[in-house]
């Protein structure tokens, strides 16, 4: 009776042991700890904001030579239909620009729409019509906004699960150079913008990152250090970009947008992070972007400042238009513009520095095609 009385406590407890390897097992949850704190940022962050007014270059001449646009948005389709024709007319556009390679992503945003999954395939059929123009990041769509709600309203570690795997599963595909764009913090600056906010050090975002830099695959991120109200968010952002160092110190990051802070605290970041890239926008309307620090005057100019940075590190920035296709405000003969004064701005560089900048470093880092 004794003996039978222990065999059944010994199964049991089995069975609890057996149950509990399973369940931790499956999210990899000792790989981490919660509850990290930011720490410091690395550098002294410069809290001022510049002026606008600020002395500019004035471009005599525009830059010529082939573009790689690193950051551009095609909305899913509104009525749920991909249309080929537009697609084509992406194409053409494209090409008449001299743009040899553009990279599409879905916006931090993307995921709140009811059909994004149809912007992914939209994304993936572009693709198959021009490989060699053509480049896709992957992944903002299921995890940014996933994040948000999560962070708000907690989260099933399965649901978590199952957004790791196809992470993981994409970035195997071959199809993809990264993943963006991520939003960290994305803040109401016009319109009806929605916001994206949830700390750095949040478990389920260390946990992608952790995979995306051990797949050894670029990441754009959106962060906005400041918001419209001029509420500093430096130590989040600029402390969380230290988190992830340390927790993955062969992370390929690139900031969007120049980081939108200021030119002293963009130099002190590169310094920092040898393995961070940042791209260029050029952002003419300042209300849209208060506090985020335009690399250009309402004019188009590009600050003297930034003129400085980008000619004495030019290997480490990139164009991102951040063109935004398909979008009713957004008419194809934008992108042409924009393009034009990305010229512009270029024009302004030492011409090896706006060579580096305009494709040599993206065509080195993410894209494999000669042209
Ligand atoms: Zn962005």
Known sequence: MKKRAIKCIFLLFSIVILAGCKTSGSINSTDLDTNIPIPRPAFEVEKERSNPDRATRISLEQYRGPIIDAHVHLDPPSDGHINDAYLKEILEVVGETGVKTIIFMPTPNEGRRHNHEIGVKQKKKLFELDRQRIGLFCGSNYITYWLHKAFRNGYKKEELNVILKRLSKDLDSNEYMGVGEIGIYHFRKHGNQKVIQYPPNFEP????????????????????????????????????????????????????HTGMTNPLNARRILLKYPNLMMNIKIEKKHQRWRNLEPVVNPEGELYEDWAKLFNEMPERFMIGTDAKFGRKSFKMKKYNKLIKQMRRMLGTLNPDAAKLIAYENAKKRLVNVDF
């Open 205 to 256: 975002f260390l946990r992608i990152m952790k995979l995306i830099s051990e797949k050894q695959m670029w990441l754009d991120i959106h962060a906005e250090p400041v918001d419209p109200n001029g509420k500093s968010f430096e130590e989040q952002i600029f402390g969380g970009i230290e988190l992830l160092y340390r927790l993955n110190p062969k992370l390929k990051l690139i900031l969007s």
